[in-house]
């Protein structure tokens, strides 16, 4: 299998409702907060994974969309199932890489919560149905407003015919009119991708 195109697709996301995804409370080390957002550990600044983001786009794209996990542009697109034990299609052709704070994102949000302060944190009360009480408990999120901006690779080998930026598209259409990371369906993580800049790479250069 040989890699014939190579496209470098850039894009923001905007944060429209608080955004968690779950970091380690052991690793970070944040006291008081029960569920703490992953950070950059030398920065201490959130940041969103690129599997967060294939995460989420393969799940609505085959399970919403129902296009089956056999689904060949699934496959070539994302690579094979965790677990699974073939992989007819080779190598994933999108490449998804981590998400980091603009610049001006970091300023604005300092400027807010103080220095070296990138987050918020939610109180939520933790219901418990057996004994009838309700516990507090404190969620971290990045705020409203937050602007993250990311990159993706993706890679035509010779024989595909499929368009692989249509197909991102879509599924950041999709992600858009869901949500991203955890609690969705409390109000959580509703966000605005979009694709700014797309230019085709030579074969030879890395990103």
Avoid: W
């Avoid at 496959?75 to 080779?90: I, R, V």
Wanted: with cysteine; charged share 30%; hydrophobic share 35%.
């Amino acid at each position: 299998m040989k890699i014939v195109k190579r496209e470098l697709i850039k894009f923001t996301l905007t944060v429209k409702t608080g955004l968690h995804i779950g970091g380690n409370k052991e690793t970070y080390g944040i006291g008081g907060i029960d569920s703490p957002v992953i950070k950059d550990p030398i920065t201490n600044e959130p940041i969103i994974p690129g599997s967060s983001i294939k995460g989420k786009m393969r799940m609505l794209i085959k399970y919403v969309d129902k296009a089956g996990s056999e689904d060949a542009i699934c496959l070539k697109a994302f690579g094979p199932d965790p677990g699974s034990k073939t992989n007819e299609f080779g190598l994933s052709r999108i490449i998804f890489r981590d998400m980091f704070l603009t610049e001006e994102s970091k300023k604005t949000l300092q400027n807010h919560l103080g220095e070296n302060f990138f987050t918020e944190v939610k109180a939520e009360n933790k219901i418990d149905n057996v004994n009838v009480s309700a516990q507090p408990r404190f969620i971290e999120r990045v705020p409203a407003g937050a602007i993250f901006e990311g990159e993706c690779i993706i890679n035509y080998c010779d024989g595909d015919n499929e368009d692989f930026y249509k197909f991102l598209e879509n599924g950041f259409e999709r992600i858009n009119y869901n949500a991203l990371g955890g609690s969705g369906s409390r109000g959580y993580g509703k966000v605005d991708i979009k694709i700014t800049d797309r230019k085709e790479l030579n074969l030879l250069e890395e990103k």
